[in-house]
């Protein structure tokens, strides 16, 4: 039995047909913004019966026009003939207008074993439990297409989640069946930028100077000290200072620019170690002519011993 309406008729062995489309706001059926579940005239319901129909009824929704695809349940078997009506949010994703023409067929899709969700703001995440919530909504749906977004209401506000991903095939039935869920992170969310490294702090000028004025090296700018131990008393005043002690220390020590060496006598002062070929000769006799006058000195001064030369006294008183 072939039934038409409006031009266009059952064929076959299945259930096609074009339908006008209206958003659910048309009847008085707000519970039809909630899940994926359309209404269908009541023709419909009797070709579908002749056709063994297996249940639950699932349909693929197609904008031939936009060449845009989803699927869908049925509600109910009570709109007029000739026209359908189907949640806002599913004509949103057809690109359809109202009284646009749609096309229905009848399908079979494998039961569900894993969905990638994402939704559109972060504000979902932040209910006190989005998982709760979206258990409760999907009870509304039969079938998830990927590339579909659906609509979860939830407090007087309505969030937008896009299916992103399904196993094993682009479309799957839910019902009575237990599906993997996965979040994918929201389309507004941002990573937290990485704090940026602080640039070192810049140097103390003061610290700057005081490290420029420090005094450089110099070597041999350290006091003399006599071989002997004894402390030197005639240090020239002059020759305190680092820079001519350097400077002579140099000069004692710098050999004779000829091809033959010329040995020449050093500078010598008290009190001053003195580098060069004479400078322990000089240091010698520094020690013994002192050493030789000290000891002859005394022995001209010491008068000489006389013996007898006491007071005489008589054994008889």
């Not at 008085?28 to 579940?37: F, R």
Request: net charge negative; aromatic share 10%.
């Amino acid at each position: 039995m072939n039934m038409y309406f409006e031009g266009y008729g059952y064929r076959g062995s299945t259930f096609e047909q074009t339908y006008r489309c209206y958003p659910a706001s048309f009847i008085d059926k707000p519970q039809l913004e909630s899940g994926d579940k359309i209404i269908m005239p009541p023709s419909a319901l009797d070709r579908l019966a002749s056709l063994h129909i297996e249940y639950p009824m699932l349909f693929e929704v197609r904008n031939t026009a936009a060449e845009r695809t989803s699927h869908c349940g049925v509600l109910e078997f009570i709109a007029e003939e000739g026209m359908i009506y189907m949640p806002y949010w599913m004509m949103q994703n057809l690109l359809l207008q109202e009284g646009d023409m749609v096309f229905i067929k009848n399908a079979n899709l494998p039961k569900g074993t894993y969905v990638k969700l994402q939704p559109h703001t972060t504000d979902f995440l932040d209910i006190s439990n989005p998982k709760a919530i979206l258990e409760k909504t999907l009870r509304n749906y039969s079938c998830l297409t990927t590339g579909d977004s659906i609509m979860v209401a939830y407090n007087n506000k309505k969030y937008y989640i896009d299916i992103v991903e399904t196993k094993p095939a682009s479309a799957i039935s839910i019902i009575e069946t237990d599906c993997e869920v996965d979040f994918a992170p929201p389309l507004d969310y941002k990573e937290p930028e990485r704090p940026k490294p602080t640039a070192p702090p810049s140097a103390d000028p003061a610290a700057e100077a005081q490290d420029e004025e420090e005094p450089k090296f110099s070597p041999f700018t350290g006091p003399g000290r006599r071989l002997d131990g004894k402390p030197a008393k005639d240090l020239d005043a002059s020759s305190s200072s680092p820079a001519k002690r350097q400077a002579n220390a140099t000069n004692s020590v710098q050999p004779s620019a000829a091809s033959t060496p010329q040995i020449t006598a050093p500078r010598k002062t008290t009190g001053k170690l003195v580098f060069g070929s004479g400078g322990s000769q000089s240091s010698k006799g520094t020690e013994k002519v002192p050493d030789k006058d000290a000891k002859e000195d005394p022995k001209k001064e010491e008068p000489k011993f006389s013996a007898f030369t006491g007071k005489k006294y008589s054994l008889k008183g």
